[in-house]
Every structure is written in structure tokens, then in C-alpha cells.
């Protein structure tokens, strides 16, 4: 009997055991269905608030959503891949973009064929075009009202750029770059057209001049790059930037520079990159001091640091690089020695033996002010 009660006892917890699990089994379904629910509902939810708070920002804002949300309805929102070949469409779902390259495109015929397909959305975060050799202009209205973000084509032979070439993108592009080409003309008087440029980079294009009034007023503009096109840039030519970050102007011949010339007006500039520029001199108030802009001067030819160039930019935290520059290390940087705090704001600055600025003993240049 002992045995018999514990056995039953024992089945008794088995089967309860079971019954347990299943109605906890059956406890979860229904919570993992509620929250689904509760999850599609939160999404719709968060969907309406993203929508109220976006509806009353700015207009390109408001439209970047809208057509966030028309894409994210789209079962693919990319155009017929038979249609558009050899260009390619990629279209992201989880960030909700899509993108276009077509390096391998083999006309400008051909490329305005292609955009006057049937395009199921319009509106593309990203142009690509890399390395390709047969396009080398781009006409008024070839992306027909296809618009971009951002337009990329480099590393080619691009030789003209008509006006109206980008006017389907005027009011989305926000990043332009041109780089390596051979571009000798540009219509710079378009840039104003685009009213949320951040980045334009032209560098490595043989451009026989830049117009003074180039960028002028280009308030959104942040990022401005022209390395190594050897055109001459006049003073004025950087002027009412008001939130520029970054200037790329490495080699060029930029000897000499003239005060005032980098008045961008911007409290936001952290840099400024002027190497091999063939910089030889440096006007007093040639750049405007702003705390925490580096200006990278390496590998030119300067071999005297004045003190009423300097000195008010290092007093302000502007940093300087410095590095293959042959300086005389002489009575003319005596100032700059006997005032250590100012040591931090260089980078590898040399003296043209080789010996590092930082390292100078002060009381070798005591005798420089006697003499003074």
C-alpha cells in the first residue's frame, strides 16, 4: 500500500506538472500575441508622432519623411533592373533608402534612356558614379525629375557640367562631389540654387579659375574641398561661410597669403588644410581666430614664424602643423620659445636641423631681447 500511494502520488505530480506547462505554454502565446499587438500598435503610434512633429518642421525635412514612409510601403521601390542596365539600384529596407550607381554606363545617351523609365520612386539618397570613361558631359535635365541627396561622380573624364544639369536634385542635395576629373569650367553660380548643400569637394579638376563669388552665401555649406586644382583663388573667395567646418585647399599655389583671405566668418571652422601649398608667407590677419581651428601647414616652405601673424591665433587656440617646414630657429622665434604655454598649440614643428620647437631651451634665447 505504501508503495501504491507513492506511486500514485508520484503520478499525480507528473500530471500536474504537465498541465502546468501547458497552461504556461498557453499563458505565453496569449501575452506574445498581446504584445504583438501592443508592438504594432506602438509602431503606429510612434509612426503618428514622427509624423505630427515632422509635419510642422521644414520643408525638406517634412518631405525626407514623407518619403520615408512612402518607401517603406513600396514592396521594392527600385526600378525594373532589365530597364536601367547596366546601372544598378539598391534599395535598403532597414534604413529605408535607395541608391543608383552607374560607373559602367556606356553613353550619355544611353544615361538619359535610362531615367526616363519608369521609376517607382523618385527620390534617391545616393548617385554613384566611379572610374567610368565615356561620360563627359552631363546635360540639362538628364536624371529627368529623379532627385538625389547626394551626387558622386569621380575618377573620370567629366569635361562639362551644364547648368541645368542637376536642377531635379535643387532641393534634396545636401553632398556634391566632383573629384578627379577634368573639368577646366564649372557653373559655381548653380551652387546658390542648392539650398541644403553641406559638402561640395571639386579637387583634382585642371579648373582655370574659381570666381570670387563662387561660394558666397552659401549658409548651409560645412565641408568645402579643393585640393590640387591650381587655379587662382582671390581674396573674398571665402567670405560669409557662416557654418563652414572644413576648408581643403592642399596643394595649390597658394604664395602668398594675403590678410584677410580666410574671413569665412564662421565660429564653427576646425580646420583648414594647406599642404605643399608652396607657402613661403603669411600676411598678418590672414586667417580669423577661432578657438579650436587647426590649420595644417604641412610641407611648405615657411622658415619664419612672426609674431604678429601667430601669436594672436595661439593666444586664441588656434593649433598649428607645422611639420617639413624650414624653419630658421633663430632670434625670430625667440617670442615664440620664452612663452612654453604656447608649445601645445604646434605639432611637429621642426627647426630646419631637425630639432622639434618644443624641445629649444628657453634661456638660449634670453640674449634676443637685449638686442631687440
Known amino acids: 500500500c505504501v508503495k501504491f500511494s507513492a ?20 499563458i505565453s502565446s496569449l501575452i506574445s500575441e498581446s504584445n504583438k499587438t501592443n508592438q504594432f500598435n506602438a509602431e503606429n503610434v510612434h509612426r503618428n508622432i514622427l509624423w505630427k512633429t515632422f509635419k510642422f518642421d521644414n520643408a525638406t525635412k ?89 551626387f558622386h561622380l569621380n575618377n573620370g573624364v567629366l569635361e562639362n557640367v551644364e547648368v541645368g544639369a542637376l536642377d531635379s536634385s535643387k532641393a534634396t ?4 562631389s566632383l573629384e578627379s576629373n577634368i573639368l577646366k569650367h564649372f557653373p559655381f553660380e548653380i551652387l546658390k540654387e542648392f539650398p541644403n548643400l553641406k559638402q561640395f569637394t571639386i579637387s583634382s579638376n585642371p579648373l582655370e579659375t574659381v570666381p570670387v563669388d563662387a561660394f558666397n552665401g552659401l ?13 587662382i583663388f ?5 567670405n560669409n561661410l557662416p557654418n563652414l567646418v572644413s576648408l581643403g585647399l592642399r596643394y595649390n599655389d597658394l604664395n602668398p597669403i594675403p590678410a584677410s583671405f580666410f574671413t569665412t566668418g564662421s565660429k564653427n571652422l576646425q580646420y583648414i588644410g594647406l599642404i605643399g601649398d608652396g607657402i613661403e608667407e603669411i600676411e598678418p590677419n590672414a586667417f580669423e581666430a577661432v578657438d579650436g581651428l587647426c590649420i595644417d601647414l604641412d610641407s611648405n616652405s615657411l622658415t619664419v614664424l612672426e609674431e604678429d601673424v601667430w601669436r594672436p ?43 622639434l620647437i618644443q624641445d629649444l631651451d628657453p634661456e638660449d634665447f634670453a640674449e634676443c631681447f637685449y638686442h631687440m
Not at 506511486?7 to 498557453?26: D, E, G, N, Q, R
Not at 517607382?120 to 548617385?127: A, G, I, Q, V
Not at 582671390?234 to 571665402?238: D, L, P, Q, V
Request: charged residues 20%.
Open 62 to 150: 517634412e518631405s525626407r519623411f514623407h518619403d520615408e514612409i512612402q518607401l517603406s510601403f513600396l514592396e521594392d521601390p527600385c526600378p525594373n533592373q532589365n530597364d536601367i542596365e547596366p546601372c544598378t539600384c539598391y534599395y535598403n529596407s532597414n534604413e529605408i533608402y535607395i541608391n543608383m550607381d552607374c560607373s559602367k554606363i556606356e553613353s550619355e545617351e544611353h544615361l538619359k534612356q535610362i531615367f526616363g523609365t519608369s521609376f517607382p520612386s523618385k527620390k534617391f539618397r545616393r548617385f554613384q558614379m566611379t572610374g567610368n570613361q565615356n561620360i563627359k558631359t552631363l546635360e540639362t535635365g538628364v536624371f529627368k525629375d529623379v532627385s538625389f541627396e547626394e
Open 313 to 355: 591665433l595661439l593666444e586664441a587656440g588656434v593649433e598649428l602643423v607645422l611639420y617639413q617646414n624650414p624653419l630658421v630657429c633663430d632670434c625670430s622665434i625667440a617670442w615664440l620659445i620664452q612663452n612654453p604655454p604656447l608649445h601645445s598649440s604646434f605639432n611637429h614643428a621642426t627647426c630646419h636641423d631637425g630639432s
Open 219 to 231: 549658409v548651409s555649406l560645412e565641408i568645402l574641398t579643393l585640393d590640387h586644382i591650381n587655379a
Open 173 to 176: 542635395l545636401t553632398y556634391l
Open 7 to 26: 506511486t500514485m502520488m508520484l503520478y499525480k505530480i507528473i500530471v500536474f506538472s504537465i498541465l502546468l506547462v501547458k497552461t504556461c505554454a498557453s
Open 234 to 238: 582671390e581674396i573674398g573667395i571665402f
